[in-house]
């Protein structure tokens, strides 16, 4: 029973930290049409270029120092060493706003010849200067974002993973707010030009960061409080200041490493697209248009699933090292199952969903604007979006179980790969070699990682494997009538709202569908460990 409950535990703790981040990507969505609507389709690639590094940089200045805190704060308070839990928070987050500072510095002086790598060797100077302005707006965001990072990562490790959701949200909220209130004064009421509507997007990341963080310093008062008083009752003394340092140092480094590394394909893709595209015979327009729907139109919509990286990610990690503190292999082995299997059981039929019905979601997010070539693409790209879901959370569980030079390793393989192959497809593929790329660069990543899991801790990966069969003939039974249903009636793509009220009936039609077919193999039944899947009790089990 004991067992059984903790795996619920991990279980919630992973789809809390999914909960609150799928508000916020929905509410990051609901933001990106309109915005493209003010800037203007051609301008999304400043925003998708921008948006790249600043997720770079925000790696490069949180160092895997809030993955740090939430593993150290977790190891800690689960050793009942409360005076260290609290160390470890102020010395992740000195550290981590000493990196950001430095972080920003460099690429202030930087910025000018990034923007004109960027945009290439044929872009204009008006194009250049502005890439150069996105790049020093950034930069304010650059510093506040890594701090709250560093309180999020504290109090993931206490397991307060409601308000590490309901942040997400917030966040998100009120930088969709900034984005739509103040670029419709900036653009309609004003008539700024067009690039107005990028420039307050990226500076509204800043923004939305220190409410956040305000958030936090209301909500948490109840949690510090409680701490405090357990450190008074403790008679043990903290850690040394230079073990903490030692272990952030050790647990972030690698981190850091292998999450710039993790994204190496998203800052190739970025850096070198514009250059090799053009210089392979393709307009400079075309292929700033393709960049732009793929790194920025598609990567929103690919966001939806890749939910699940963000919610397991940080779900899994003050679990499993609890687990690994105790040196429980046969408990490791079965939470490692466990996400693997409930990732696989959510993401299988939404690509499924976005496969068959690519047109329609493409429709309703971003009009008839450039259609056949987006849906083409947001298709296509289907193939890395499954690949780059999984494999960040795997790669989590790769650093939380301590595999990580092994993942280092791998990583810097693939590096070469991705450059060799991107160059090569790119050349004659244009847009759709860079997404092969991806998917063969991301694919050797995912083998590498599961074989290592599979011979450490004796996974028994075969029964995933036909767990995810039976989640994709369970898939494939769920789009097929509707997909039939769909071409006999066959609607015409002029209106949106007609179209997303269609696909809302066909959800529906489909989520009955795959809740019979799923529970007909039985998949609920082995996830939730429990006989009684009905729609009754899997509602109170939601809410509770």
């Known amino acids: 029973m004991t067992r059984n409950l903790k795996k619920e535990s991990l279980m919630i703790g992973m789809l809390t930290s999914s909960f609150g981040i799928f508000v916020s990507k929905a509410l990051g969505l609901l933001y990106y049409s309109p915005l493209s609507s003010l ?77 004109r790598q960027s945009m290439g060797a044929f872009a ?12 020093r707006i950034l930069i304010i965001a650059v510093i506040l974002v890594p701090y709250l990072s560093s309180i999020r990562g504290y109090y993931q490790g ?6 590490y959701a309901s942040s997400q949200a917030l966040e998100q909220f009120a930088r969709v707010f900034c984005i739509l209130f103040f670029g419709y004064i900036v653009i309609k009421v004003f008539s700024f030009e067009r690039i107005w509507a990028i420039y307050i997007a990226i500076a509204a990341a800043g923004a939305a960061a220190l409410i956040a963080i305000i958030f936090f310093k209301l909500m948490v008062k109840e949690d510090d409080r409680r701490i405090k008083e357990l450190i008074t009752e403790q008679d043990t003394p903290s850690e040394t200041k230079k073990l903490i340092f030692a272990e952030i140092i050790t647990l972030g480094l ?17 850096t070198f697209f514009m250059d090799v595209a053009t210089s392979s015979g393709i307009a400079v327009e075309e292929a700033k248009l393709s960049l732009g729907i793929l790194q920025a139109n598609c990567l ?78 947001f298709r296509f790209n289907c193939l890395v979006t499954f690949i780059e879901t999984i494999c960040p959370i795997v790669s989590s569980i790769m650093i939380t179980s301590r595999h990580r030079t092994y993942a280092i390793v791998t990583l810097l393989i693939t590096v070469f790969i991705k450059y060799i192959s991107f160059v090569i497809l790119v050349k004659y593929f244009g847009a759709y070699g860079m997404i092969v790329s991806t998917a063969i660069a991301n694919g050797f990543v995912l083998f590498a ?25 369970a898939s494939l039974i769920m789009v097929l009538p509707a997909f039939i249903l769909h071409h006999f009636i066959n609607i015409a793509y002029d209106s949106r709202l007609v179209c997303l009220f269609f696909m809302g009936v066909l959800g529906l039609v489909m989520l009955g569908l795959y809740y019979f077919s799923s529970v007909l193999f039985k998949l609920p039944q082995e996830l939730f460990n429990t006989e009684d899947v009905s729609p009754k009790a899997l509602l109170r089990r939601f809410r509770s």
């Open 158 to 163: 206490l397991k307060r993973l409601d308000l």
């Open 254 to 270: 690698p981190y850091l490493m292998i999450s710039l590394l993790g994204s190496s394909s998203a800052l190739i893709n970025t």
């Open 300 to 377: 929103k919509l690919s966001s939806i699933p890749q939910v699940l990286t963000l919610g397991f990610s940080s779900g899994l990690v003050p679990y499993l090292s609890e687990s690994l503190e105790k040196r429980d292999n046969e408990k490791i082995s079965a939470q490692i199952s466990l996400i693997i299997e409930t990732c696989l059981f959510i993401l299988i039929p939404l690509i499924f969903i976005f496969v068959f019905f690519a047109r329609d979601i493409y429709f309703i997010m971003y009009g008839n604007s450039n259609l056949d070539l987006g849906t083409s693409l």
């Open 449 to 473: 990682y599961i074989l290592k899991l599979e011979l450490t801790y004796d996974l028994h990966f075969m029964r995933t494997i036909v767990k995810s069969i039976k989640t994709a003939i």
């Open 124 to 135: 204009s100077e008006a194009d250049i200067r502005a890439q150069q302005a996105l790049f």
């Open 39 to 115: 800037a203007g389709e051609s301008n999304m690639a400043f925003y998708s270029i921008t948006y790249t590094y600043y997720d770079q940089l925000l790696k490069i200045s949180s160092a895997g120092i809030p993955f740090a805190i939430a593993a150290l704060t977790a190891r800690y308070y689960a050793k009942e060493d409360y005076k260290t839990v609290l160390l470890v928070k102020k010395m992740g987050t000195s550290m981590i706003m000493t990196l950001s500072f430095l972080s920003a510095i460099v690429f202030l002086f930087v910025s000018t010849p990034l923007a």
